[in-house]
């Protein structure tokens, strides 16, 4: 035995400078990548951690119930798989304890993770009952409803339509319908709510409200697999207070109203974007692309790929699926085998940038 040891050590010295200059070579690179860990790990915005909605209010009650129960059930266990078969090991004079068969241990182990269990059903309960219940009568109605690889917000009260970007008020339940036009997506805001699928053919429902108007937007995103854009099909949600939501209303249920010449909404009419998209107020009512009604107002494009400025508009109207693989919308410019000229589009780009 002691031969081995020694061996072992001696071994263990030669290789000990090694080691160490090998850990003292990783220790700066593995140091920046636990620092840069721990620093996106400040900045959360799809954690489901933060409390933001109702929806995540309810689940963290019996989510807080749940981890406090695992954390001692973690420590009692991993405390007894250590001490306990130190204790009843085999000695010199002594075989190790054998406890097969002991009735009393069998029954107390038994009544208490069912104990545990029963106690940890009963706020369970309590949220999945709450979180369904039907939404309250001055719940604000919206419809979602799932593209590929886009959101579409109708609000059937407030006569407005909106795409990617969700305008909701604070504190006041909204009740959701989702759907879907072709395959099966999901809604899904973390800092909010739980995830919903959005199934074609079916009405799915939640209803949940965000607990304060704040100015930067919470991230939304698909959490169901749907083609080659699923990765791009984000979104945005905007809490107001109540009359600043009433005043974002109000201008998005009125027709367009554009600053720019006659000449730019003639061009933008002339061009084949009318087949897909509507423009209230014009002749534009495709209905296969997303509302360009306000697209001005919009801080996004491209389903929350891109920035709502003249330069990303370019990018996106000359050849949308070179930035979003998979896109619906053909490539416009004539350099990419499109009918528009660059002039053309910058014409467009003028007349959409003014739709507030
Ligand atoms: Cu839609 Cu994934």
Redesign the pocket.
């Known amino acids: 035995m002691r031969a081995v040891l020694t061996a072992r050590h001696r071994t263990g010295d030669r290789a000990r400078p090694g080691t160490t200059r090998g850990l003292r070579r990783w220790a700066a690179p593995l140091a920046l990548v636990v620092l840069a860990l721990a620093l996106v790990g400040c900045d959360a915005p799809m954690s489901t951690s933060e409390i933001e909605g109702s929806w995540n209010k309810e689940v963290w009650k019996p989510y807080w119930v749940i981890l406090i129960l695992a954390g001692i059930v973690f420590v009692v266990i991993m405390a007894a798989t250590l001490v306990l078969p130190l204790m009843y090991r085999e000695r010199p004079g002594r075989e190790a304890r054998q406890i097969h068969g002991n009735t009393k241990f069998e029954v107390v182990w038994t009544i208490i993770p069912v104990a545990i269990v029963l106690i940890m059903m009963v706020p369970t309960l309590d949220s999945v009952f709450k979180l369904d219940e039907k939404p309250p009568a001055n719940a604000l109605k919206v419809e979602v409803i ?1 593209h ?2 886009w959101f579409e917000f109708r609000y059937p009260d407030l006569d407005v339509v909106t795409a990617n970007e969700l305008h909701v008020p604070e504190g006041r339940v909204v009740d959701y319908a989702l759907r879907s036009v072709d ?1 099966i ?2 809604f899904w805001v973390p800092q909010l709510a739980g995830k919903v699928d959005m199934v074609p053919g079916r009405d799915n429902r939640m209803a949940f409200s965000a607990l304060r108007a704040r100015a930067e937007p919470y991230l939304g995103q ?6 080659t854009s ?1 990765a791009n ?1 984000r979104f945005r949600v905007f809490v107001h207070t109540a009359e600043d939501f009433d005043r974002w209303a109000k201008a998005e249920a009125a027709d367009r109203v554009s600053s720019v010449s006659r000449t730019a909404e003639e061009a933008f009419l002339a061009a084949p974007c009318l087949g897909c998209h509507t423009v209230r107020g014009t002749d534009a009512a495709g209905i296969a692309g997303p509302d360009l009604t306000h697209i001005g107002a919009r801080t996004t494009i491209g389903s929350g790929l891109l920035d709502n400025t003249p330069a990303e508009l370019k990018r996106w109207i000359a050849n949308s699926p070179a930035v979003k693989p998979g896109s619906k919308m053909p490539p416009m410019a004539q350099s990419a085998g499109g009918t528009l000229t660059d002039e053309q589009i910058n014409v467009i780009i003028g007349y959409l940038q003014s739709l507030k």
Request: negative net charge; proline residues 0%; contains cysteine.
């Open positions: 799932g590929q690889w395959v997506h999901s698909c959490a169901e697999f749907c083609g699923h099909m």
